[in-house]
């Protein structure tokens, strides 16, 4: 099996770049991990992220872009420098791994995607919930008709942050929305395709002062039925809550919680409810436990050495880019 060599461009305070480069370097039968570039100050300003490179040599991003060798890179900045590095990534001409939305101009993450799309390069996000096992295994059943015709999806991912952090949305148009309710949207849209009408609410609690967006939903309008997606940063106990349900004409499914971490693997509980009897129960399944980051970035190793096909086509991604912006009030 050819070992990928790749590099990562950034770190953050609030994203994953810490565990895909752990996910990289645990997997070294995927993946040669060559190095690593901190732009935008990032050394200075997380030093506490640090030790994630140990053993690894520094490069600048000029090193890793410049060097033919390196055919992918996983871009890990912070999210407003999201879409800035992943173009140069894609104008060098690598498969890329980014962590999600993107930056927050529209028209320059298009620019991004008509360059990936043109070169015919991997390019892949870090929407977590896209390598749950079971849903991905409820996707492929509701869209082989199995809860018959959807009409709605409930989707909520909550939690509780700290002034400091719950300031820090500022940075991005509807806060949480653009932040965790991407994840959201990114179910909504597999499940039932483009909304009619995108309804916004996205609000700053002021709690403690804070000013940010940090209590945020969604309205997705179809033909037949309402979806919403529903993030908070001020939640009390929001992260066991955190849920999809979907409800079609033949039954029902509840995953609450989504995830539930357990050390360094993660198990998500689960009901399925079908027919028509008012009082109709199920007991809660537990699906098996099953490493998140592991299974993103092996699959990414998968689509680099072609041996399969992104299933989140160029086209979607921008699709869902748009409508991530939609929810959070920006056209």
């Given amino acids: 099996m050819r070992k990928i060599k790749v590099a990562q461009i950034g770190i953050s305070y609030h994203s994953h770049g810490i565990t895909i480069i752990k996910a990289m370097r645990d997997q070294p039968e ?57 173009t140069l990534a894609a104008e060098h001409g690598k498969h890329i791994h980014m962590e999600k939305p993107g930056g927050t101009d529209p028209v320059e993450f298009e620019k991004l995607i008509n360059i990936v799309k043109k070169n015919k390069t991997v390019f892949h996000t870090g929407y977590m919930y896209r390598y749950n096992p079971y849903i991905t295994e409820l996707i492929k059943r509701i869209k082989d008709g199995e809860i018959g015709d959807v009409i709605s999806v409930e989707a909520q991912m909550s939690c509780v942050h700290q002034k400091e952090m719950r300031d820090w949305l500022t940075n991005f148009p509807g806060g949480m929305m653009f932040f965790l309710g991407c994840h959201l949207i990114d179910l909504i849209l597999q499940i039932q395709g483009e909304p009619e009408r995108v309804i916004p ?123 991530v912006l939609k929810a959070c009030g920006q056209e």
């Fill in 30 to 86: 995927l993946f040669d991990v060559v190095g690593y570039a901190l732009p935008e100050n990032e050394r200075e300003k997380f030093p506490d992220r640090m030790s994630v490179f140990d053993g690894l040599p520094e490069m600048s991003v000029d090193e890793i872009l410049n060097n033919p060798e390196i055919e992918a890179v996983a871009v890990e900045t912070e999210e407003i420098y999201l879409t800035k590095y992943a």
């Fill in 201 to 323: 609410l996205c609000k700053s609690s002021g709690v403690g002062g804070a000013l940010g967006d940090d209590y945020t939903m969604a309205v997705f309008e179809y033909k037949n039925g309402v979806s919403f997606a529903k993030t908070s940063a001020v939640e009390p106990g929001g992260f066991m809550r955190r849920q999809l349900v979907v409800s079609g004409s033949k039954g029902t499914v509840e995953i609450r919680p989504i995830e539930r971490v357990m050390d360094d693997v993660i198990t998500t509980d689960y009901r399925e409810v079908y027919g028509n009897d008012w009082f109709a129960d199920s007991e809660f399944k537990t699906t098996e436990p099953f490493h998140r980051y592991n299974n993103m970035m092996a699959s990414f190793a998968q689509m680099v050495r072609g041996e399969k096909e992104n299933p989140w086509d160029y086209d979607y991604e921008l699709m869902l880019y748009k409508y």
